[in-house]
């Protein structure tokens, strides 16, 4: 900030959104500097707390008019640096704006702000027999989500943010609104022009703030039963995965966990799975439908030498099942007390799995790191969970030396180096390795039309470019 200019737009701020609604804190601004990642807080110089679309769009003409960076903040849930305030400037806050809007239960759809959560959304859905499935284990923002083209457990049946938005309402740098699919529309599919949505779901905050998104809608299935079963190899288990797709059996989840993920579930969750590579499964549908994918799931399993399942069939048991899952990040790190946990996020195509996992593990031994692996195998996309100590140069150096012979690894078996985390600060090279300079100098000319004065997130997912 340059000071002369400093009490003019704080003031012009106070007037959009209020005494309020605008924070020079050094503890809010440490915490909106900061998500999940290993990456370092890099703090903001102002935080502000928009009520609506207007506030935010008065906000960013101001930023616009100044020059100043402008960093969105759903929940703080990321895991690659994405709400850094890298170059200082303003974080937008959006947590005030958490209404759920226009839900029609016969379209299946509904309209949200970013303050909304995903836990959040589906309580509120819990009387109309409609749910939202896309389920990244943290509670994160839904706008936020879409942002980074989140995903989860239940990709495999119900596809990730990029399939299940339907709609965008976006501040572009300059505060001008645009509503991507055309205001208020919200059909099933659409041929009408340049695919503007998905342009918005997965850009990282680069491009615009997103202020509504408009999601597709599921059923609540008749019945949900979930499964665990163990593997005398890890190849086993993934080849198991791949002919249960295969076979067409339209499985709900299924998550690999290895024998060190697994141990260290069994300990962080008082469990007591055998100590050897696991599925956790789960079926969606009516009691007959279940039965028939059941059949063919443990056949299949059977015959590659998996045990018999472990069957969780009341809500309890099953929540138990995918709470343990959900809490690997903290099982992993209470492996070692103290360290730190980084994330990797690889996705290659299925067949390929068996072969990058398997030479994966082998790579962890060789080099003695501690990384239990956990995945959503069902879509080629697995997380080896890096616990690191802060204090020990030469093991941080290994861990990235690591990361990025995993993601090479998988760049040479015709995958992606993030599946569903984004590229954030930390993969910003690697995406010029897996776009090629052609693809990402598209991008790039997309951002300089959108963001001409690079304000919107700067640094993060394109490199900073040499003037």
Known sequence: FVFTTLDSVLSAFRSICGEDGVSLG???????????????????????????????????????????????????????????????????????MDQVLDVHQEDFDVTVEPGVTRKALNAYLRDTGLWFPVDPGADASLCGMAATSASGTNAVRYGTMRENVLNLEVVLADGNIIHTAGKGRRPRKTSAGYNLTNLFVGSEGTLGIITKTT??????????????CSFPSVQAAVDS????????????????LDDVMIDACNRFSSLSYPVTPTLFLEFHGSERSLEEQVQTAEDITQSNGGSDFQWARDAETRNRLWKARHDAWYAALALRPGCKAYSTDVCVPLSRLPQIIVETKEDLIKNRLTGPIAGHVGDGNFHCLMVVDPNDPEEQRGVHLFTERLARRALAMDGTCTGEHGVGLGKRALLCEEMGPMAVGVMQRLKDTLDPKNLMNPGKVLQPREL
């Open 26 to 96: 050094e503890a809010v601004r440490q915490q909106h500097g900061k998500d999940e990642s290993v990456h370092r807080c890099c703090p903001p110089d102002v935080v502000v707390f928009p009520r609506c679309v207007e506030e935010v769009s008065a906000l960013a003409k101001v930023c616009n008019n100044h020059r100043l960076p402008i960093i969105p903040f759903g929940t703080g849930t990321g895991l690659e640096g994405g709400v850094s305030a890298v170059t200082g400037g303003v974080c937008f806050s959006l947590r005030n």
């Open 241 to 256: 995965t791949v002919q249960i797709l295969q076979a067409g059996v339209p499985i709900a989840r299924i998550e690999f």
């Open 215 to 228: 999601l597709r809608l599921y059923g609540i299935p008749e019945a949900v039963v979930s499964a665990v």
